[in-house]
Structure formats: structure tokens, C-alpha cells
């Protein structure tokens, strides 16, 4: 076991060494000057070679790439003299738009993700496989049917139509979303009642289309299941059906359902650009999509691109993890 | 069955029916089916696939699902406590026979155990079932089973996984699991058909063993007339879901009666036969169980069908008749002509 994870372990490094790379060399190719970028519409080229300079542009690429990575470890000085810009590690550059170090953006940026996610995680996987499970349970039957309405509403309507719908006709003219507190972030710490109260709809909203599909595919793996030989066997021994389901058919089909979780949740910790969008929630999906509609701040999309591949790269380890821990035709082999 | 002062056989089958409604039509997958097995018996079960065979045995066990099979008749255990019919009685009840009074195993060993628990574990279960005790207790008691059915070192290889064993180790588990709550019937539905030939003898010889043991009745599901040989007291013939000959081994092996176990004898090699002779296939194929042709489902495919009078094969269902003392057969065919297409058949090179 120890050896498995050593070996996994170092094949993550090894992919998002690559990752970043990958994505460094792509952004270096790019027909955009980011030197120019750096100041508005009247610029002289003096400014734009002085700060291609003062941000270490003026290096070949990999010299480039090296001060990156080692910006991670060490952290970053932009410039000399009064005009120096501190990066503390892990540095993952400055953006001059915001007049911020990425890391900070990020920082701040991070914790509404993860309230977002972890809610509308804890909230589709017990709304998606419960109702998988109902209605597998059910079959053909009218929870079955009614699983299967919802499926088909909740895969087919778009999220940026129901999460509309959602805050102007129940958030907003309820009173239940506090617009003052739109676009901020606000700490379960601070206000637990604020923050659920922001948090609600964005969780109902991103939740929605994920239990959908949770919910057929719950569905299909334990029925599935239920027709496996060894469902026949626990059933000649006597078990009964509520022992068979829960010890039997769900333990063999929650591995592939926590698969399918793990690495939807690491994707969705990248940001959950529409529902941050539409509920303005200064999340990493509010960040990245400013950064590349609005601001073209390609330090902030080099860093939010690698972060999200970062946190998919992670999850697949995790699951992996998870997965020898779950099948022990894998711990062995 | 005649009840004399003997103690009545331990299962008794009578007029067992079994049909599946599908989009199609009504699947009679087993139609009209009585037998018995007493303790310490063996009853071959042969037919070729869908011959309704493996449908039976699970109603035995009330392993269908009785909201989408249609089943009726009766399956009686005459249980110490009295008798129980597992097609009318509550299922509840149904469920705490399974593994205790009847168990059965089956035909696929790599899949019939469950991947992500260890042996130990499945026995275990079994046993907890219907036994008070500690873990430990039945960690002692599946250990011992293990070691009944000869699985070597079974101290260790309690706490395996099924995928560390191979198939006939495997359903040397299975057996272990299905006796652990010492059954008084046993069904073993192709106990040997996903094995090596040389595992197949030993699982046999092992299911013999364990019956002489524990003093069960036994079920033997094949399509394997070699196996039926070796073993059975009784052997029933079954055919597009019902029995069309049924008797002791010898009566079906040195005197088959029906047309169908005529030619299934006659499509395998037999070492008590000094010429070497060609092996006949039976042509055709078994009718479909939703639209069963009238009279005979068997006359498609039978040869003698146009020697009996009257055109009767076309039009009339043939009844079991008794042949002999405990030996009957379910076809129309006068006893002459019999005894002429037995030689003839058997005489064919």
C-alpha cells in the first residue's frame, strides 16, 4: 500500500509539472503582448519595456518558467528601488490590472468557491444518489417516474436560466438574498445566518443539474448491481432485503459513484463560473472570468487555469486512494 | 408419494408452475411439475439450457421475484416443525429457510461471492444469521468450514478476498457458505459447468461427500449425463419447461422411455459401450415458451412422432404416465414401437 501511494504520489508531481508547463507555453505563444497589457490606451513603449523588465518578461520562456516555479517555493520581488512589488510564496505572479499579487486574488477568492462547492456537494450527492437509490428501489413505479421527471428537468434546464429564475422570483422578491451583501464575501464565522443566506440558491441552483445526473446514474448502477450473482447469493443465504441493499448492493456501487464525485467536486473547485456569475459571488469562476473577458489579466488566468488542473490532479489521486481502500482487488494488485 | 409410516420425503414439488408475463406474451418457463427428495437422496435435474430447470430450483427457493413471476402450486418442506409450502407462505418465512433448512449453490463461482468482502467475512454472515455468538464464534465456525470442504490453510485464507482464490477454491467457499447452517436440502444448480474437468470431479466428489455428511437432500442441476451417472438415485428429464421422463438413474440410463432422453443418451460417449460409434446430435431446437405448439412440444424434433396413431402428437398434450414402478415418461409412443426406436437409435453408427 505504502508503495502504491509513493508511486502515485510522484506520478501527480509529474503531471502537473507537465500541467503547468503545458499551460505556460501555451499563454508564451499567445498573440498578446503582456507587457502592453500592463497599461491603458495611451501608452508610451518606454512604460511597456519598462515593465516587460520590472515583470521578468524580457527572458526567454523557460527562464521565464524556471522563476515561476521557483516563485512558488520562494516568492517573488517585481522591480527594484520604491517601485518593488513583493510576492510572498507561493507567488503565482502580479496582476497589474488589479494592482495585486495573484496569490491574494486567489486567497480571497477561495474561500466562496469552497463554500459553494461544499454546499452544493453535500447537497446534490444526497439528493442525487438518495433518489438514485429510491428510485432503483422503486422501479417503474411512481417514485421511479417522478425520479425520472426530475432527471429530465434538471439535466435539460441550463443553469443560467433556472439560476435567474431563481433569484429574481424567490431570492430577490422574497427578501431571502440580502443585495447589500451581494459580491461580498461573508464568513460563516462572522455571520453563519448571512452566509447561508447568500449561499442557499447558489447551492439549490449548482446542486440542481449535478443531482440529475447523479440521480440516473445511481440509478443504473444499482440496478445494475441487484442483478450481479453474488445480490442472488446473499439473498439464498437468507439475508433480507434491507441487508441485501445495504450491505450488498451499495457497498459494490458506491465505488464507481464515488469516482464520478471526486472528480466533479475538484472541477467544481475550480470555479463555478455561471452560478458565481449570476449570483455575483466573488469566487475563483468570478475570477477567472474577468480576468479573461474583461481585463485580459493573463497572470491571474495562467494561475487559476493551474490551480483547477492542480485541484483535478489531486482529486484523481484522492479517488484512487479511495478506490484501493474501497475495492480490495485493487489494494492487492 | 405414498406416506406409510416412513417419514415423508423432506421436499415434495406438486403441479409446479412457473410463467414470466413479458411484452411478448406469458413465458411458461416451467409448467406441471411434481417431484420429492427425501434426505439423503439424490435427484438429478437434465435438460438442455431453458429447459426450465434452474427456473424450478429457484422457485424451490423462493428466490423469484413474486411481483413480476407468476408462480403457483406448491413446494412443501416437511420441516421437523411441520410442513411449510414455500410457494403460499409468507415470504418473511420463505426468507429464514433460505440458508438454514434449504441452501443452494450455483453455477458461476467467480461471480456468486461478493468482490469487496473477504471469506471470512461472507461466512460469517451466513452463520450470524441464524446463530448467536460472538464474531469470534463464527470466525471458529467458518474456519471449520472451510477446512471441511478442504480448503488448505483456511486459517489464513479466512481473511482473504474471492479474487485471491481460484474457481473451484472458490466454489469450495460456496459449498462451505451454503452448509454452514447445516440445510437439510441442498440445490446445486451446474455446480461444475465454469470449472477445469479436473476441478469438476472434485467438487463433485466433494458435494457427495458433504451430503453424505450432513444427511441432506440434494438437487443436482447439470446438463452433464456423465455427472448423473455418478451420483443420482433419481433423475428427472425436463424439456421446454416440463418433466418428460423421470425415474431412478438406472430406469433413464439402461431404459429410457422418452424420445428426448433416447436421443440426449445417444449425443454423448459412453465408456460402457465397446464399439466406438458416432455421436448423434438431436436436430432442431427447443420451441419458444410463449407460443407453444399444440400438442407435444417435443414432436418438432421427434422422429417416431408420425408412428403414433392418430396423429396424437399434433393435438394432445401427453400425460406423465408410469412406465414401471417410479418410472415415468411423457410421450404417446406405444410400448412396441418403443422398444423398436431404442434399438434403433442405439444401433446407429
Known amino acids: 500500500m505504502l508503495n502504491y501511494l509513493a508511486r502515485r504520489l510522484s506520478a501527480t508531481v509529474v503531471v502537473l509539472t507537465l500541467v503547468s508547463m503545458s499551460v505556460f507555453g501555451i499563454f508564451a505563444v499567445l498573440p498578446m503582448d503582456p507587457a502592453a497589457l500592463t497599461c491603458g490606451k495611451a501608452c508610451y513603449p518606454a512604460v511597456i519595456e519598462a515593465n516587460r523588465h520590472r515583470l521578468g518578461l524580457d527572458v526567454p520562456v523557460h527562464v521565464q518558467y524556471g522563476r515561476f516555479v521557483k516563485g512558488l517555493f520562494v516568492g517573488r520581488t517585481y522591480g527594484e528601488g520604491q517601485a518593488t512589488i513583493e510576492c510572498p510564496a507561493p507567488a503565482f505572479g502580479y496582476s497589474f490590472n488589479r494592482h495585486e499579487c495573484v496569490t491574494t486574488l486567489i486567497k480571497d477568492a477561495l474561500p466562496v468557491t469552497l463554500s459553494l462547492a461544499i454546499g452544493a456537494f453535500i447537497l446534490w450527492i444526497s439528493v442525487g444518489v438518495g433518489l438514485g437509490i429510491l428510485a432503483a428501489r422503486r422501479k417503474n413505479q411512481w417514485p421511479d417516474r417522478a425520479a425520472t421527471a426530475f432527471v429530465l428537468v434538471g439535466t435539460s434546464l441550463p443553469t443560467f436560466i433556472t439560476g435567474i429564475l431563481i433569484l429574481l422570483f424567490v431570492g430577490l422578491k422574497f427578501k431571502l438574498i440580502d443585495p447589500l451583501n451581494m459580491g461580498r464575501w461573508i464568513s460563516p464565522l462572522e455571520d453563519p445566518v448571512a452566509w447561508f443566506r447568500t449561499f442557499i440558491f447558489p447551492w439549490i441552483i449548482l446542486a440542481l443539474a449535478y443531482a440529475a445526473s447523479y440521480t440516473r446514474f445511481t440509478r443504473s448502477t444499482v440496478i445494475e448491481t441487484s442483478s450481479e450473482d453474488y445480490i442472488r447469493t446473499a439473498r439464498s443465504k437468507g439475508l433480507s432485503e434491507k441487508a441485501i441493499l445495504q450491505k450488498h448492493t451499495l457497498r459494490a456501487a458506491i465505488a464507481p459513484i464515488t469516482t464520478l464525485a471526486g472528480l466533479d467536486f475538484a472541477s467544481l473547485l475550480g470555479g463555478a463560473i455561471i452560478t458565481e456569475s449570476i449570483f455575483n459571488l466573488p469566487g475563483l469562476g468570478r475570477l477567472s472570468i474577468r480576468a479573461v473577458l474583461q481585463d485580459y489579466d493573463l497572470p491571474t488566468i495562467l494561475a487559476t487555469t493551474i490551480l483547477a488542473a492542480a485541484f483535478v490532479v489531486i482529486a484523481n489521486l484522492l479517488v484512487d486512494i479511495a478506490y484501493a481502500y474501497l475495492d480490495p482487488r485493487v489494494r492487492v494488485a | ?349
Request: glycine residues 6%; negative net charge; charged residues 25%.
Open chain 2, 1 to 349: 408419494m405414498t406416506s406409510t409410516n416412513m417419514s415423508k420425503p423432506f421436499l415434495e414439488v406438486k403441479n409446479l408452475n412457473v410463467a414470466f408475463p413479458t411484452e411478448d406474451g406469458l413465458v411458461r418457463a416451467s409448467s406441471d411439475i411434481s417431484f420429492s427428495v427425501a434426505r439423503g437422496e439424490t435427484l438429478a435435474v437434465v435438460g438442455e439450457s431453458g429447459s426450465g430447470k434452474s427456473v424450478t430450483s429457484l422457485a424451490v427457493m423462493g428466490l423469484h421475484n413474486r411481483k413480476t413471476a407468476q408462480i403457483s402450486g406448491q413446494a412443501i418442506l416437511n420441516l421437523e416443525s411441520g410442513p411449510v409450502d414455500v410457494i403460499s407462505a409468507d415470504e418473511e418465512i420463505v426468507r429464514k429457510l433460505r440458508g438454514k433448512a434449504m441452501s443452494m449453490i450455483f453455477q458461476d463461482p467467480m461471480s456468486a461471492l461478493h468482490p469487496y468482502y473477504s471469506i471470512g467475512n461472507q461466512l460469517i454472515e451466513a452463520w450470524s444469521l441464524y446463530n448467536e455468538g460472538s464474531k469470534e464464534d463464527g470466525r471458529k465456525r467458518a474456519i471449520e468450514m472451510l477446512d471441511l470442504v478442504g480448503i488448505p490453510a483456511a486459517e489464513k485464507r479466512v481473511d482473504e478476498y474471492p479474487h485471491q482464490f481460484s474457481g473451484g477454491m472458490r466454489q469450495r467457499v460456496m459449498i462451505a457458505m451454503a452448509l454452514i447452517n447445516n440445510p437439510s436440502l441442498l440445490i446445486a444448480d451446474e455446480p461444475t459447468t465454469a470449472l477445469d474437468v479436473t476441478v469438476q470431479s472434485q467438487i463433485l466428489q466433494l458435494i457427495r461427500d458433504m451430503q453424505k455428511e450432513f444427511n441432506m437432500a440434494l438437487i443436482l442441476i447439470t446438463h452433464d449425463l456423465g455427472v448423473v451417472a455418478e451420483v443420482a438415485d433419481r433423475v428427472n428429464v425436463m424439456y421446454a419447461g416440463k418433466i418428460v421422463e423421470s425415474g431412478s438413474a438406472e430406469d433413464i440410463y439402461y431404459r429410457p422411455d422418452h424420445p428426448y432422453a433416447i436421443g440426449l443418451l445417444n449425443s454423448i460417449p459412453r465408456v460402457d459401450q465397446l464399439e466406438s460409434k458416432r455421436l448423434v446430435a438431436i436436430p432442431g431446437q427447443p420451441p419458444s415458451l410463449i407460443h407453444r405448439p399444440d400438442g407435444c412440444s417435443f414432436r418438432a424434433r421427434c422422429e417416431f412422432a408420425d408412428r403414433v396413431p392418430g396423429n396424437l402428437c399434433a393435438t394432445t398434450i401427453p400425460t406423465l404416465d408410469q412406465k414401471s414402478t417410479d418410472h415415468f415418461s411423457r410421450c404417446h409412443l406405444p410400448e412396441s414401437e418403443l422398444v423398436k426406436a431404442r434399438v434403433e437409435i442405439g444401433g446407429r453408427k
